[in-house]
Every structure is written in structure tokens, then in C-alpha cells.
């Protein structure tokens, strides 16, 4: 045995009701304390030596079934609070991103338990009912809810934009989830739909700076462009130079040439005029 350990208080009870490995060879555990005469959730981290990195204690949640962890270091975590599912999300260091009533069903137990399927939506579970759902960019979902591109911006090796597409139509949203019939179902939409101003608002930002990175390519690939003419022009020119310099040479010499050959001919003629 490497290691073990024991996770409990002096007063009360604690259950744990899943545990998942996480990829810095940690992991990370959950289920259920008693505090007075309540039950309520609680999850901690673990790391590849079982020391405890961080422990959370979820207040607005009575009870915790499930945790899937994802590519990105993000997990969700089902449970339930007062007898209603709930999803729960949160980023790998702990931090609190969104709660997910499950308004859509008739779901009124703890979620125990969670998959992911291949085109990227989530299965919640608890004793009798199935719900599926979509989870904003959480649990590895960039695989599955993003596209990237490769733009070749330049003559030379690894001249290249990646640009990546995130889907923000309302399903990736989550916005089929919203909810005004009921206070509680409301108040939770909130939640949903800053998460989506947030997506969107991130989304367009990324966009806007590829904009200008590409307007900035754009002219950098105009001035090269400009260059290369007047490279091109120049190399010519050159040439132009060369061969002139050729046709002059070839001239002398023919010129030369037809000088030497006449003083020759001018010779037999002169000796002869001198006897005759």
C-alpha cells in the first residue's frame, strides 16, 4: 500500500460517495458531512502523495453523488440541494463557476451519477430519472464545442494564426435552461445567463483581437510584397547591365576584328603597287 487515507471529524459523520483521478496523478473526492442535524456536500483534493491540497465545503448543497473531471482541469459535481438536482461547477483550483438547476425534469434526489457523451452534452442519473444537459465551456467541452483554424500569414515556416471558433448558439449556452415560473428557477437563470454574457463577451473579445492581428498581417504582407517587386526589379536591372556590358565587349571586339583584317588586305596591295 503507498499510502491511505482517512478522512472524518471528531463529531458527526462523513461519507464519501466518488473519488476520480485527476492528471497530476491527485484525486479528487466527495460526499457528504453532517453539520448539527443537517447533511451537506463536501469535496477535497488529494495530491499523488494523499496529503490534502484543499478541502470545499459545499453550503448550498445537502448532499453530493457524483464528480466528472475534465481535459481542462475544470469537474462538475452532482448533488442535490433540498431534494432538488443540481449540477455544480467548478474550476481546478476550487473556485465556485455555476450551479445548474435541473428544472427540466422531474429529478427530486441527489445526481448520482454523470457521463459525458461523445457529442459533448452531460447524462445526470439519480434512482429513476435520466436528464441531459450542456455545460458552457466546462469539462473538456473545447474539444467538442470548439473549432480552430490555421492561417498561413506569412512566406516562412511557422508563419502561422490559430483562430479558435467556440460554439455560443443557445444549447452550448445553456439558455434552455432559463427559467422564470418559479423564484428559485429564476434566481438560478441569472446565474446562467452571466455565465452566457461572459462566453459571449469573451468570445467576441478573442475575435476582435485576431481581427487586428490579421489587419496587422495583412499589411506586413503588403510591405513584403512591395519589397519583393523592387527586389525583383532590382536583380533585373542588374542583368540588363550585364548583358549591355556583353553586346559592348562583343562590338570592340568584332570592330577590331574587321580593322585587322583590312590592314591585312592593304598590304599585298602596296607591295605590289611599289613593283609595278
Not at 473519488?19 to 479528487?28: K, L, N, P, Q, S
Not at 435541473?102 to 445526470?124: C, K, M, P, W, Y
Not at 428559485?184 to 485576431?210: E, H, K, P, W, Y
Amino acid at each position: 500500500m503507498k499510502w491511505n487515507h482517512v478522512d472524518g471529524a471528531a463529531t458527526g459523520w462523513h461519507l464519501i460517495k466518488d473519488a476520480v483521478a485527476t492528471e497530476d496523478g491527485g484525486i479528487i473526492a466527495g460526499g457528504n458531512y453532517q453539520e448539527d442535524t443537517c447533511s451537506k456536500g463536501y469535496l477535497y483534493k488529494l495530491n499523488a502523495n494523499g496529503q490534502k491540497e484543499w478541502e470545499k465545503k459545499l453550503d448550498e448543497s445537502s448532499g453530493l453523488g457524483s464528480i466528472i473531471v475534465g481535459n481542462n482541469g475544470d469537474y462538475l459535481v452532482g448533488g442535490d440541494t433540498n431534494g432538488t438536482s443540481k449540477i455544480f461547477a467548478f474550476d481546478g483550483d476550487s473556485n465556485h463557476q455555476m450551479s445548474i438547476r435541473l428544472t427540466d425534469t422531474n429529478l427530486q434526489s441527489t445526481v448520482s451519477e454523470l457521463i459525458q457523451r461523445l457529442d459533448g452534452q452531460f447524462v445526470a442519473a439519480n434512482s429513476s430519472q435520466l436528464s441531459i444537459f450542456n455545460v458552457p465551456n466546462l469539462v473538456g467541452a473545447g474539444e467538442i464545442k470548439t473549432k480552430q483554424l490555421v492561417l498561413q500569414i506569412g512566406a516562412n515556416t511557422n508563419q502561422h494564426l490559430e483562430l479558435t471558433l467556440q460554439d455560443i448558439s443557445s444549447n452550448s449556452l445553456n439558455l434552455q435552461s432559463v427559467s422564470l415560473l418559479q423564484q428559485q428557477a429564476a434566481n438560478d437563470s441569472i446565474s446562467i445567463l452571466d455565465q452566457a454574457i461572459n462566453s459571449v463577451s469573451s468570445f467576441r473579445g478573442n475575435l476582435g483581437a485576431i481581427q487586428n492581428r490579421l489587419a496587422h498581417a495583412y499589411e506586413m504582407t503588403i510591405v513584403s510584397a512591395e519589397n519583393l517587386q523592387a527586389a525583383e526589379a532590382t536583380i533585373r536591372d542588374a542583368d540588363m547591365a550585364k548583358q549591355m556590358m556583353n553586346y559592348t565587349k562583343q562590338s570592340i571586339l568584332v570592330n577590331a576584328a574587321q580593322s585587322l583584317l583590312a590592314q591585312a588586305n592593304q598590304q599585298p596591295t602596296g607591295v605590289l603597287s611599289l613593283l609595278g
